[in-house]
């Protein structure tokens, strides 16, 4: 999967992960799972959750 890919899709999925639960409620280790990454993967694409928040906003 290409980087912008997996950017994206980290994306889409943090949006229907906090949409469903919330923010708080949702853990970085729970994005990674959706996307079919490790959350240390998703490191490298995301600093933080709050990244991922502030790319959806």
Excluded: C, W
């Excluded at 950017?7 to 889409?12: A, L, N, Q, R, S």
């Excluded at 999925?13 to 923010?23: T, V």
């Excluded at 933080?48 to 959806?56: H, L, M, P, T, Y």
């Amino acid at each position: 999967m290409k980087q912008e890919d997996t950017k994206e899709k980290i994306v889409d999925k943090a949006l229907e992960l906090f949409s469903i639960k919330g923010y708080e409620a949702v853990s970085v280790n729970e994005i990674a799972k959706a996307v079919g990454i490790r959350a240390s993967s998703l490191y490298n694409h995301y600093p933080s959750k709050q990244a991922i928040f502030d790319a959806i906003v």
